[in-house]
């Protein structure tokens, strides 16, 4: 069984910053990507960012230049960091994580989702 935690979310004004965390835990052998989706109201999921196990990321153009994917393999954690917040990035930011739960099988995580409400 896996387990993700995220934490982070909130209301900012338009121009702010977050942070949003997602700690993976359970039967954890290794992990390979993990990535940030979100869902708007009335618009399918999206990618918003994702980090190979070797570092290597991939933003949305919509958020490119102002966010950052980083982890802590340590910790099996990932985090996104974005600035200059529009009220356009309002929506349920979701954690995805790829993962090998013992050898030989693999395995895709979410998370529960945390609201993210950029407004003034």
């Excluded at 209301?11 to 989706?37: D, E, H, K, T």
């Excluded at 982890?71 to 356009?88: I, Q």
Aim: charged share 15%; glycine share 12%; net charge positive.
């Amino acid at each position: 069984q896996v387990q993700l935690v995220e934490s982070g979310g909130g209301l900012v004004q338009p121009g702010g910053s977050l942070r949003l965390s997602c700690a993976a835990s359970g039967s954890i052998f290794s992990i390979n990507a993990m990535g940030w989706y979100r869902q708007a109201p009335g618009k399918q999921r999206e990618l918003v960012a994702a980090i190979s196990s070797g570092g290597s990321t991939n933003y949305a153009d919509s958020v490119k230049g102002r966010s950052t994917i980083s982890r802590d393999n340590a910790k099996n954690t990932v985090y996104l960091e974005m600035n200059s917040l529009k009220p356009e990035d309002t929506a349920v930011y979701y954690c995805n994580v790829d993962l090998i739960p013992r050898v030989g099988v693999r395995k895709n995580s979410w998370g529960q989702g945390t609201q993210v409400t950029v407004s003034s």
